[in-house]
Antibody, heavy 119, light 110 residues
């Protein structure tokens, strides 16, 4: 079955750019049925959808984060990536990648990776 | 886009039922039959429990059921078991390729 795994730095300096990669295994990232999402969860708080990408490169972002977010895909490596610019302490969160059915659900999820924004 | 409103906590004894509400607006929960529910144990990733309001993925016990009326969706866990103790989040499509999650509910098995 499809599995997702996040990777990237666990500590980012304020005002810098957060960069994470999600590697997809056990299935094709180029499947026409699914989009590939990033979702985050600040410590002790709820979930927030960041955005997603189709294998062709079409992207959609949460309007509240749109000005700072870029999601890209590398189908040859079965990976998709997140860049979040101008980070502050409010961006400290566990970041999850997940497979998304259009308009519908998120499943499965990666295990998540904690990113702390601090000097 | 505001988060969907869920009660902070809910509880029940083993074998009892608990129902969690998820209230949104005409622009999300009320406008689409794309409500999903996720179970999250401490330190773990969320797990899909219900999609499209009332559909159960393969492998999810039939003790979990979902429904919707107007702008409010609900998740019911029947025959509570110890392993059902977790945080639960609803999610809804909100139009224009945007999604919103609920505030989360901590379910305690007494």
């Amino acid at each position: 079955q499809v599995q997702l795994q996040e990777s990237g730095p666990g500590l980012v300096m304020p005002s810098q750019t957060l960069s994470l990669t999600c590697t997809v295994s056990g299935g094709s990232i180029s499947s026409g049925y699914y989009y590939w999402s990033w979702i985050r969860q600040p410590p002790g708080k709820g979930l927030e959808w960041i955005g997603y990408i189709y294998y062709s490169g079409n992207t959609y972002y949460n309007p509240s984060l749109k000005s700072r977010v870029t999601i890209s895909v590398d189908t040859s490596r079965s990976q998709f990536s997140l860049k979040l610019s101008s980070v502050t302490a409010a961006d400290t969160a566990v970041y999850y990648c997940a497979r998304s059915k259009l308009y519908d659900f998120f499943d499965p999820w990666g295990q998540g990776t904690l990113v702390t924004v601090s000097s | 886009q505001s988060a969907l409103t869920q009660p902070p906590s809910a509880s029940g004894s083993p074998g009892q039922s608990v129902t969690i509400s998820c209230t949104g607006t005409n622009s999300d929960v009320g406008g689409y039959n794309y409500v999903s529910w996720y179970q999250q144990h401490p330190g773990k990733a969320p797990k899909l429990m219900i999609y499209e309001v009332s559909q159960r993925p393969s492998g999810v016990p039939d003790r979990f059921s979902g429904s919707k009326s107007g702008n409010t969706a609900s998740l019911t866990v029947s025959g509570l078991q110890a392993e059902d103790e977790a945080d639960y989040y609803c999610s809804s499509y909100a139009g224009s390729n945007n999604y919103v999650f609920g505030t989360g509910t901590k379910v305690t098995v007494l």
